[in-house]
């Protein structure tokens, strides 16, 4: 797929892991498709779900935008945790102000379960490699226990292009 690399001001730069911004079909896709979602259903449509419900539809849709402006923008995971949970409280402060929808702290609180899993899931992820990078392999060393000694052949041996060379 093509994509296209577009380099991150320097002013930006302390705040993403890379220099430049992957705009690619494949990342901007879902971003896109969510934010569609956001808007038709949060704004424009009153979908009429009920409200267990509701909360679901909120901690899902958060939870995959958190995940797509992180992935898109590759940037850190607090900053693209408190840029898609401002998105929810602006969006819940534009529907105060939109007729027929209303204003809910409960769906704030949905927004930023949504983004706490995601941050959660990352950071156990991120935690995870860390630790299995970290420890080292055990050597188990089966010679040992059985009292005996491994051969070294001359091939095996790092003295071995040493003593080559001296005796010529």
Do not use: W
Not at 13 to 24: C, I
Not at 108 to 133: D, M, P, Y
């Amino acid at each position: 797929m093509p994509s296209i690399r577009v380099p991150v001001p320097s002013f930006i730069q302390r705040y993403v892991d890379r220099s430049y911004l992957d705009v690619s079909l494949i990342r901007l896709l879902p971003l896109t498709a969510l934010m569609t979602f956001g808007v038709l259903a949060g704004l424009v449509f009153n979908t009429g779900v009920g409200h267990p419900y509701d909360k679901i539809i909120h901690i899902g849709f958060y939870a995959l935008l958190t995940l797509s402006i992180h992935t898109l923008f590759g940037c850190r995971l607090r900053l693209s945790a408190a840029v898609a949970f401002s998105m929810g409280v602006g969006g819940e402060i534009v529907q105060a102000f939109v007729p027929h929808h209303e204003a809910s702290m409960a769906d704030a609180f949905a927004n930023g379960i949504g983004v706490a899993l995601v941050v959660a899931a990352i950071a156990l992820l991120r935690s995870e490699e860390k630790q299995a990078l970290k420890e080292a392999p055990v050597e188990i060393d089966y010679y040992s226990t059985m009292g005996l000694e491994p051969y070294r052949s001359r091939t095996s041996s790092p003295e071995a292009p040493s003593s080559r060379t001296s005796e010529k």
